[in-house]
């Protein structure tokens, strides 16, 4: 059964730097990969999908890349700044095109 | 605009009534979900359809309900059934195929009083 793990689950990092968010999946053999950002209280964006062909994406200061061999994807923000503080979910989709979900990376950038 | 909205954005409700959540795409998506966000854990799917007419129960279905009459709606329906309801809820939407790019809604917040 694919599981899908994030840490850490909270970040906390001073406005500017550079940050590496971790997303791990037990079972190789997945379609693509999502990384979307959760505002409080509020609904999903989808910020960069990775197909399983694939090993980065990149939007803007943010680039995601994908390892199916090891299992692991991360999602790299460059220059960090306030607005970015949000909540970051990675889910994998499996053979029935659903999505497996990750528990979430807190993100908070300090100003 | 192109989108995925939801209704109401809070919702009360009694301990023993069934209540109605609202999801409408005008995306012209052919695949709809509902999930369940829980403090501290990932989306867990109620239930998704791929075709209108037809849905399937994902993993946590119990004691709740819902139908696919037109390819814009899939309302959920939370029972009484449902022991725990209190919860936010989501609505997303996608194109069938491998590329499964899912798009979401707002979000419904309900809570049993």
């Known amino acids: 059964k694919q599981e899908v793990t994030q840490i850490p689950a909270a970040l906390s990092v001073p406005e500017g730097e550079n940050l590496v968010l971790n997303c791990s999946f037990t079972d190789s053999a997945i379609y693509n990969l999502q990384w979307f950002r959760q505002d409080p209280g509020k609904g999903l964006t989808s910020l960069l999908l990775?197909?399983?062909s694939q090993r980065e994406q990149t939007s803007g200061r943010l680039n995601a890349s994908l390892d199916k061999s090891s299992g692991r994807s991360t999602l790299y923000i460059a220059a960090s700044q306030p607005g970015d503080s949000a909540t970051y979910l990675c889910?994998?989709?499996?053979?029935?095109?659903?999505?497996?979900w990750g528990a979430g990376t807190k993100l908070i950038i300090k100003p | 605009d192109g989108g995925i909205t939801q209704s109401p954005k809070y919702l009360f409700r009694k301990e023993g009534q069934n209540v109605t959540l609202s999801c409408e795409q005008n995306l012209n998506h052919d695949a709809m979900y509902w999930y369940r966000q829980d403090p501290g854990q990932g989306l867990r799917l109620i239930y998704y359809?791929?075709?209108?007419?037809?849905?399937q129960k994902g993993d946590i279905a119990e004691g709740y309900s819902v139908s696919r009459e037109k390819k814009e709606s899939f309302p959920l329906t939370v029972t009484s059934a449902q022991k725990n309801p209190t919860a936010f809820y989501l609505c997303a939407s996608s194109p069938v195929g491998l590329l499964n790019e899912q798009f979401f809604g707002p979000g419904t917040r309900l809570t049993v009083l």
């Open positions: 889910a994998v989709s499996n053979s029935n095109y659903q999505l497996i």
């Open positions: 990775i197909q399983s």
């Open positions: 359809s791929q075709i209108v007419n037809d849905f």
